[in-house]
């Protein structure tokens, strides 16, 4: 039931109980405290819908972030809208992107493909370090890149130390944090800090959600973009000295 796309979920207590994997017990303490809206209640069986569901899991995603109820309940109390809103606001933050499936790798498996002096012990913890492997303990490796994985192996081919090419791939990450930093407090300083200091104007918060979604793509196109001409630059730039320089030789 959890898979169904219909907005007009009709569920029990329990059936919510199972999809959002709360105790029945835990969910009528949240309509108590005044957290969950009250069911649409026909022959005395009250039924919850989508709504609930959502509300429950922004609950569950708000205690894993190491919230407490009681400041839950100073956020979500009281207003339904207000409630409704930062749940989609929530949404928009952890929604999944679209990414490749992971592979498990075994260490053979790594040896095959990079060769056993690549696969030392310093750059199988660095991978890990890196996020590119997670050691699974059994003797195992999940890939969560199975793209990035290719492009190293492919650059190990050509001659380029596996170690070389994993501090390149560490400088990128921190060249991509700070990017992504930038990204995000463009987003807070242009468009969530005006909003709030507006008021949050109703008229105005199925706006900044949307913008909230796109921040992602807008924000891997806009590097993509940038990207791509300043590598061809550089590339240019590199490899025409390094012909110059031939050029010199050979005169």
């Known amino acids: 039931m959890s898979d169904s796309t219909d907005d007009e979920l009709q569920l029990t207590i329990e059936q919510l109980a199972y999809e959002s994997g709360m105790s029945v017990r835990n969910i009528r303490n949240h ?65 999944p992107l679209e990414t490749e499936a992971a592979e498990v790798l075994t260490l053979a498996e790594l040896e095959e493909r990079f060769g056993p002096a690549e696969t030392n012990a310093r750059s199988l913890l660095k991978a890990q370090k890196l996020g590119l492997l997670i050691n699974l303990g059994d003797g195992t490796f999940e890939v969560p890149s199975p793209s990035l994985l290719r492009a190293a192996h492919e650059v190990v081919e050509r001659g380029i130390p596996l170690v070389a090419a994993l501090a390149v791939i560490e400088k990128a990450q921190r060249d991509a944090r700070s990017t992504s930093k930038a990204f995000v407090k463009l987003f807070l300083d242009e468009l969530w800090k005006p909003f709030d200091e507006a008021g949050q104007p ?50």
């Open 31 to 95: 309509q108590t405290r005044g957290l969950l809206p009250p069911p649409e209640v026909r022959a005395r069986t009250g039924y919850y819908g989508r709504r609930h569901l959502e509300r429950l899991r922004f609950i569950q995603q708000m205690q894993a972030d190491g919230l407490k109820l009681s400041a839950i309940e100073r956020l979500l109390g009281g207003d339904d809208n207000f409630a409704d809103r930062f749940v989609g606001v929530r949404r928009a933050i952890s929604a």
């Open 202 to 251: 109703d008229e105005q918060w199925e706006h900044i959600t949307d913008s909230i979604e796109r921040l992602r793509t807008i924000a891997t196109e806009a590097l993509l973009g940038v990207f791509q001409p300043t590598l061809t630059a550089e590339i240019e730039k590199a490899f025409g000295k390094i012909l110059e320089d031939q050029a010199k030789r050979r005169s």
